[in-house]
T-cell receptor, first 114, second 114 residues
Framework: NAGVTQTPKFRVLKTGQSMTLLCAQD?????MYWYRQDPGMGLRLIHY???????AKGEVPDGYNVSRLKKQNFLLGLESAAPSQTSVYFC?????????????FGAGSRLTVL | AQSVSQHNHHVILSEAASLELGCNYS??????LFWYVQYPGQHLQLLLK??????LVKGIKGFEAEFIKSKFSFNLRKPSVQWSDTAEYFC????????????FGTGTSLTVIP
């Protein structure tokens, strides 16, 4: 049982380049999330999804787009990367329903934008 | 603005010392409360959670936390820390029926000296 898998684990981009981070979960979870982690700022929610075909904005959505075409996958896209997007990105998922409301995290993707 | 506050940014303790990390939140109504831990180089893992019932909850590795509703607090405690507890600790709050959004504190870095 792999849980939540993120690819790639590391990436270096130049300003203006685009890229997509892939998150895959094999637990049949309804909810999926993308967070960024920055020193002194903890985790901030970028976008999330409450089910296949749905997406919603979190706290810091600007500069990012997401898609949830398949239930098990949640993609995070950067159309034109900026140095301010240098961060560690974590994907997470949780089951449907407040009674099982626990996040399972991926290992993280470290992105550097030069 | 609604938030999750962790007042201790960096804590340094000697092995066998007692630990208490503060967490306060400002969300009203029903909340679910969590502590997550991130060991060096690893992804976030659930330490313990509170959904309802006994306000004193016990988690893995001897950690416990107490929910005090009147103080909007969910402090993490451990009677005797070990070197292996060196990690970053995040308090988190979720509001049921709001798309399962989770709100994280900025984290507390704990260093345990052997």
């Amino acid at each position: 049982n792999a849980g939540v898998t993120q690819t790639p684990k590391f990436r270096v981009l130049k300003t203006g380049q685009s890229m997509t981070l892939l998150c895959a979960q094999d637990m049949n979870h309804e909810y999926m999330y993308w967070y960024r982690q920055d020193p002194g700022m903890g985790l901030r929610l970028i976008h999330y999804s409450v089910g296949e075909g749905t997406t919603a904005k979190g706290e810091v959505p600007d500069g990012y787009n997401v898609s949830r075409l398949k239930k098990q996958n949640f993609l995070l896209g950067l159309e034109s990367a900026a140095p301010s997007q240098t961060s560690v990105y974590f994907c997470a998922s949780s089951p449907y329903g407040s009674g099982a409301n626990v996040l399972t995290f991926g290992a993280g993707s470290r992105l550097t934008v030069l | 603005a609604q938030s999750v506050s962790q007042h201790n940014h960096h804590v340094i303790l000697s092995e066998a010392a007692s630990l208490e990390l503060g967490c306060n939140y400002s969300y009203g109504g029903t909340v679910n409360l969590f502590w997550y831990v991130q060991y060096p180089g690893q992804h976030l893992q659930l330490l313990l959670k509170y959904f309802s019932g006994d306000p004193l909850v016990k988690g893995i590795k001897g950690f416990e936390a107490e929910f005090i509703k009147s103080k909007f607090s969910f402090n993490l405690r451990k009677p005797s820390v070990q070197w292996s507890d060196t990690a970053e600790y995040f308090c988190a709050v979720s509001k049921p029926n709001t798309g399962n959004q989770f709100y994280f504190g900025t984290g507390t870095s704990l260093t345990v000296i052997p």
